[in-house]
C-alpha cells in the first residue's frame, strides 16, 4: 500500500507561481511512476505530468514551458512547479502514483484557484 498526501495548493493570481507537493508512504519502494492529475467539474480527470523511477518526465502539452515536475527520492516528494499560472489551470490537482505491478494511488486532491 502506498498513503499519497498533497500540500500547497491555494488562491494565485493569474501570472503567478505555486509549488505542489505530494508525499508518499507506506511501500514506496513499489512505485513506479508518480506524477499530477487535474479535475475540474463536469470534466474528466487529466494528467498534468508524471515522473517515472528512472527519471523520464512527460507533461500535457498545455503546461509545457510553465510547469515543471521533480522527484526526491530520498523525501519519498515530488514537486510541481507551477509558473505562469492561468486561470484555466483551476482545478483540483491530484497525486497519482503507480506501482510497479500496475496497481494505482490517488491522493485526496488538493485545490488551486487562480484568479483573473
Known amino acids: 500500500q502506498v498513503q499519497l498526501v498533497e500540500s500547497g495548493g491555494g488562491l494565485v493570481q493569474a501570472g503567478g507561481s505555486l509549488r505542489l507537493s505530494c508525499a508518499a508512504s507506506g511501500s514506496t519502494f513499489d512505485i513506479n511512476t508518480i506524477g499530477w492529475y487535474r479535475q475540474t467539474p463536469g470534466k474528466q480527470r487529466e494528467l498534468v505530468a508524471r515522473?517515472?523511477?528512472?527519471?523520464?518526465?512527460n507533461s500535457a502539452d498545455s503546461v509545457k514551458g510553465r510547469f515543471t515536475i521533480s522527484r526526491d527520492n530520498a523525501k519519498n516528494t515530488v514537486y510541481l512547479q507551477m509558473n505562469s499560472l492561468k486561470p484555466e489551470d483551476t482545478a483540483v490537482y491530484y497525486c497519482?502514483?503507480?506501482?510497479?505491478?500496475?496497481?494505482?494511488?490517488w491522493g485526496p486532491g488538493t485545490r488551486v484557484t487562480v484568479s483573473s
Open positions: 497519482n502514483a503507480v506501482s510497479m505491478t500496475g496497481y494505482t494511488y
Open positions: 515522473i517515472s523511477s528512472g527519471g523520464y518526465t
